[in-house]
C-alpha cells in the first residue's frame, strides 16, 4: 500500500546517517519499529535488510557491536520471516567473527 511504501521509504531515510551516534541511534529506532510493527518489518524483509547489513558492516566497531545487537533483538520478533534474508545476514555475522574486538557480540 502507499502507506506501507511511504512507511518504508522513511525507515530507509532515517538508516542512511552518515555520522556515527546517528548510525546507532537508527538501528534503536530500526528495533522500535520492529517491536511495534513486526508484520510491517516482515513484509519488507529485504529492504529493511538492504539497510541494516551495512551497519553489520560499519567500518566503526560501535555501530556494528549495536547493529548486531539490533540483529539478536529482532531475531525473535520476526522469526519465519528472517528466511528470505538468512544468506546476506549469514555473511554480515560472519564476517564480524574475524574481528576480535567484536567477536563476542557475533
Do not use: W, Y
Not at 506501507?4 to 551516534?21: G, T
Not at 564480524?96 to 557475533?106: P, Y
Amino acid at each position: 500500500t502507499g502507506a506501507e511504501n511511504h512507511q518504508l521509504m522513511e525507515l530507509e531515510k532515517i538508516m542512511k546517517s552518515k555520522d556515527f551516534p546517528g548510525r546507532t541511534e537508527r538501528l534503536v529506532l530500526l528495533l522500535d519499529h520492529c517491536e511495534r510493527n513486526p508484520e510491517f518489518i516482515s513484509n519488507s524483509i529485504v529492504q529493511v535488510f538492504d539497510v541494516l547489513v551495512p551497519r553489520l558492516q560499519d567500518s566503526h566497531k560501535k555501530v556494528k557491536q549495536k547493529a548486531l545487537e539490533v540483529l539478536a533483538s529482532m531475531i525473535p520478533l520476526l522469526k519465519g520471516a528472517l528466511q528470505s534474508a538468512l544468506p546476506c545476514i549469514i555473511k554480515a555475522v560472519m564476517e564480524n567473527l574475524k574481528d576480535s574486538g567484536i567477536h563476542a557480540a557475533a
